[in-house]
Every structure is written in C-alpha cells, then in structure tokens.
C-alpha cells in the first residue's frame, strides 16, 4: 500500500513539474521552462523532449541549435509524441539539424497524420497538390487536407479549389468518402 502511494505521490510530482515547465514556456520564461523539465526529459517524458526540442530550435534558451532540437524531436518521437513526429519530419524536410531526406519526412509526416496530427496531415496535403518531394496527387491531397481540417474545407479555401479542379466529381467523391472513414477510425481509436 505505501508503495502505491509512493509510487502515486512521485507520479503527480512528475506532472506538476511538467506543468510548471510548460506554464513557464507559455509565459516566455524559456530558461527556467528549459530548467524544470530537463529531468522529465532526460527520464524519457516524451512532452518535455518535445518541449526541449522546441526551446532548442527556437533558440529560447540561448543560441538555435537544430542538431540538439531534432534530437530531442527524435526521442519524443521514439516515445509516440505526435507533435515530435511532424517536428522531427521538418528536420529531414528542410535538412536542418538532420540532413535533408525527403521520404524519412514523409514517413514521419506519414506516423503522424495516421494517428490525426492536423499539422502533418496539412504538410502531406501541401505535399501532394504539388508534387514537392512526391508524385503530385490531388486525390491523396484532397484526402489529408480534409482530414487536417476535420472536413471544414473553409479553412483553405485556395488549396481546396485548386484541388477540387484537378478531380471529378467520382476522384472528389472517393476521396471525401475516404476521409470520413479515416476521421471515424481515428476518433474511435481516441475515444478507446
């Protein structure tokens, strides 16, 4: 009994800190942000790897530094930080801090829209309608847009017209009945 309780105890601890940590990143207090959460990080706590990664790209707590960033991206990701995972697939994309590999991007980018990041799902989107890095595919663009934007297409109201002009009207169908079935899968397996 005392050892869950110690073992509860040490767990809130942990979370406070991270707390604590990202309150004093949101508030721009980056150094000590860097500080709160460099343990957290170090023990594998894949949300202040994330964070770490960020202050380091960034430069908050001190020089930008993407060799550090992208390896900080990278051992979130190692841990299912879906924010990591479009991070870490902008180091490959744009060869900063990682040189450029433009199909380990999109595989990242790939882990990460399949498990509904709106950021890599936008990425591949943008990716696809022009055939940056891979075959052009308006249909596969439309797809991972419509899943960014979780079917509002207002939001992009420029990509989304340029998509739907390169489809008929059965590509455009197809596409959006495939969407659907992903956002319905991914909303089943968050609800689980």
């Keep these: 009994m005392i050892l869950v309780m110690l073992s509860a105890n040490l767990q ?9 940590g990202r309150n004093l990143y949101d508030g721009g207090a980056y150094e000590e942000a860097a500080k709160s959460i460099a343990s957290l990080a170090e023990e594998g706590d894949a949300r202040a790897q994330y ?41 490959y994309l744009n ?9 380990q991007a999109i595989y990242l980018y790939g882990m990460a829209a399949e498990r509904g990041q709106p950021e890599a799902q936008y990425q591949l ?13 308006p249909e596969r663009a439309y797809i991972y847009l419509f899943l960014a934007l979780r079917g509002d297409l207002k939001q992009a109201p420029v990509l989304r017209d340029s998509l739907v002009a390169e489809l008929d009207e059965e590509q455009l169908q197809r596409a959006r009945k495939f969407a659907l079935k992903l ?5 089943r397996s968050i609800s689980r």
């Design 183 to 187: 956002l319905d899968k991914q909303s």
């Design 51 to 91: 964070y770490l990664g960020e202050l380091a790209l960034q430069g908050h707590a001190g020089t930008p530094d993407p060799v550090t960033a992208c390896d900080w991206f990278e051992r979130a990701a190692d841990n299912d930080h879906l924010k990591a995972f479009q991070a870490l697939g902008n180091c």
């Design 95 to 103: 060869g900063e801090g990682r040189e450029q590999n433009i199909d």
């Design 12 to 20: 809130a601890a942990s979370y406070y800190t991270f707390e604590q």
């Design 125 to 137: 989107a943008r990716m696809y309608a022009t055939g940056s890095g891979v075959p052009k595919n």
